[in-house]
């Protein structure tokens, strides 16, 4: 039953999704997720003892790891197959029939992101505070609203965000991987030295998606509009957050 609602969701008419038809929902869940894992959490949790929640870690980790290939390889054939569309005009009626046939991606990544927001709630439950950070509370909600808002407005998104997309898969594949892993207990520490270097790869990451982005605007492939903006603005943000972090945790 699971099964058929996802691909009823990834399938039907966007226009009839509740996700979408109702412009207060997605907001609504997003704000609630804050309000959860910034303050009403929290204040929850202060006075009882952490859930031990290593099976469910285990599980979610390695789900996630599973998922994020799945989408990679979905991606990847999608980028390889359009490839010549990637100078195409969003008005151009091909790149239009071209996102239309895509949109079933765009809806499962959005599922996606939207479940990578238990992070954060198993964070509070867990009362991990030293891993509640603002840099990935505002990484997931923005990463979110973007998914959203592209899946919204297929007119606006760039062919470049395929690109985009596939690299962040990478990198979260890797990420859920060492997730997974630490989650399994503390026996794993002595596998999990590579820590250090999570961070310098997603500092990789965005500095590959910048050199790409940039790329594809100098050279004509891409006009400069609203979503051009908000995704070289978003990127660049959260590469001195990641910076700061490298240099606070390893250059000390």
């Known amino acids: 039953m699971i099964l058929d609602s996802i691909s009823d969701f990834l399938n039907k008419d966007i226009e009839n999704k509740l996700l979408f038809k109702n412009d207060y929902l997605f907001p609504s869940i997003l704000i609630s997720y804050i309000l959860f894992v910034t303050w009403i959490g929290p204040s929850l949790m202060i006075t009882r ?3 031990k929640l290593r099976g469910i870690m285990v599980v979610y980790n390695f789900i996630e790891v599973c998922v994020n290939i799945y989408v990679f390889k979905w991606i990847f054939s999608t980028t390889i197959f359009y490839w010549h569309a990637r100078c195409l005009l969003f008005e151009d009626p091909e790149y239009l029939a071209i996102y239309k ?3 079933p991606l765009w809806r499962f990544i959005l599922l996606n992101k939207m479940f990578e927001l238990w992070d954060m709630v198993f964070i509070v439950l867990r009362k991990k505070w030293n891993q509640l950070s603002g840099l990935h509370i505002i990484h997931h909600s923005i990463v979110c609203s973007m998914a959203w808002w592209f899946t ?3 007119s606006r998104t760039g062919f470049y965000f395929f690109v985009v997309l596939g690299i962040n898969i990478v990198v979260h594949t890797v990420l859920y991987t060492y997730y997974g892993l630490s989650s399994i207990g503390p026996h794993m520490e002595k596998y999990l030295w590579w820590k250090k270097y999570l961070t310098a790869l997603q ?11 940039s790329f594809e605007v100098l050279t004509g492939c891409k006009t400069v509009g609203i979503s051009e903006i908000i995704t070289f603005a978003f990127i660049t943000y959260l590469l001195i957050l990641f910076l700061n972090l490298y240099k606070e945790k390893y250059c000390k």
């Open 101 to 103: 046939k895509t949109l």
């Open 152 to 154: 919204r407005n297929p």
């Open 203 to 213: 500092i990789g990451q965005f500095v590959v998606d910048i050199a790409y982005v």
């Open 49 to 51: 003892k952490p859930f």
